[in-house]
């Protein structure tokens, strides 16, 4: 590794497996002080020790980040020990429950593009975190569409805004929404590298 987020503070919420454990150990691979942050302590503590084997600093908040009083404790503790944080990953969302219910039990107000896309907020989120997120959304994604059966693509039900919608019209959109996000993670790169390029904008097109 590279070492390019030595000095740096980062926050990991849901730090304590998956893909927040990922977040956690390379930023610490990477030189950067790691505020684990998990409401399982002993997994969060498990992380802690990942972190440190890779020689870099860090510390555990256990913690409910569902819970404003929480959040605001875990704030003032990453003030307290480094009065700054350059690095936020809010791999515990709170919001996201609705998502993992079992198959063809995720309500159709779960399909609000416009309200998940305000909630998410992702064009203001570092894209590591964003690619770790939507790589780990993708497997489970995958894995729910093993799960079907051929009786289960006909079934439906009535969206508040767009009426029908049936599980093969899902799948199919799911296809085109998945290309797309990766279009929207490399224009969110793009958009943050392009004020840097100074002449080499030029190059923009061939």
């Known amino acids: 590794m590279t070492g390019t987020l030595a000095g740096k503070v980062a926050v990991v919420t849901g730090a304590g497996s998956g893909i927040g454990r990922a977040a956690a150990t390379l930023f610490a691979r990477e030189g950067?002080?790691?505020?684990?942050?998990?409401?399982?302590?002993?997994a969060a503590k498990e992380t802690l020790e990942r972190v440190r084997k890779h020689g870099s600093d860090?510390?555990?908040?256990?913690?409910?980040?569902?819970?404003?009083?929480?959040?605001r404790r875990l704030v003032s503790q990453v003030k307290q020990q480094f009065g700054t944080l350059d690095v936020l990953v809010t791999n515990a969302r709170p919001e996201l429950a609705k998502f993992y219910q079992k198959p063809l039990e995720i309500s159709l107000e779960a399909w609000d593009q416009d309200q998940v896309e305000k909630e998410r907020n992702d064009c203001a989120r570092v894209t590591d975190s964003l690619w770790m997120e939507f790589m780990g959304l993708r497997h489970d994604s995958v894995n729910l569409v093993g799960s079907l059966k051929p009786a289960d693509l006909d079934r439906s039900g009535m969206h508040p805004k767009v009426g029908e919608l049936k599980v093969r019209w899902l799948l199919h959109e799911w296809v085109s929404h998945d290309r797309n996000h990766t279009k929207q993670l490399l224009s969110i790169a793009m958009e943050r590298v392009w004020p840097h390029m100074g002449n080499s904008q030029q190059f923009k097109g061939e």
Request: charged share 25%.
């Open 58 to 71: 860090g510390f555990l908040v256990q913690a409910d980040v569902s819970r404003i009083e929480d959040v």
């Open 32 to 42: 950067a002080t790691v505020a684990v942050v998990d409401l399982a302590e002993a």
